[in-house]
């Protein structure tokens, strides 16, 4: 939760009225976020095999993630309630492919292009 009297806060409310690309980019900078989208793409279609595929990540900062994909509309959650147990899968919407394919150049060209420093 932001604290909303904060300079953090105020800078970064600027910069999103400036530009959606920093909203953009202040949402795809949460770990894993990107992670989770590609994992998606990959076929990982439900929170246990989305799991298993990014060992390391926790059960909340999952379904932390799954929630913010779902709310700027990049994922579809589908939700099978005549399974029991329930059935909950994810989905790319067409908006997710989009990101996913520019995602895909930038790491591309992180890797091909970029020299960071170790």
Not at 28 to 50: A, D, P, Y
Not at 65 to 87: G, H, T
Request: glycine content about 2%.
């Amino acid at each position: 939760m932001r604290k909303l009297s904060s300079t953090n806060y105020f800078n970064q409310t600027f910069l999103e009225e400036k530009c959606a690309l920093n909203e953009l980019i202040h949402m795809l900078s949460k770990r894993w976020l990107t992670e989770v989208l590609f994992s998606i793409e990959e076929g990982n279609n439900r929170f246990s095999s989305i799991k298993e595929d990014l060992k390391l990540i926790s059960d909340n900062v999952l379904a932390d993630r799954l929630k913010l994909l779902e709310q700027y509309k990049l994922i579809n959650r589908n939700d099978n309630f005549r399974e029991v147990p329930a059935r909950v899968e994810y989905s790319l919407t067409s908006i997710g492919e989009k990101l996913s394919e520019i995602l895909d150049v930038l790491c591309k060209f992180s890797e091909n292009e970029m020299e960071f420093p170790s």
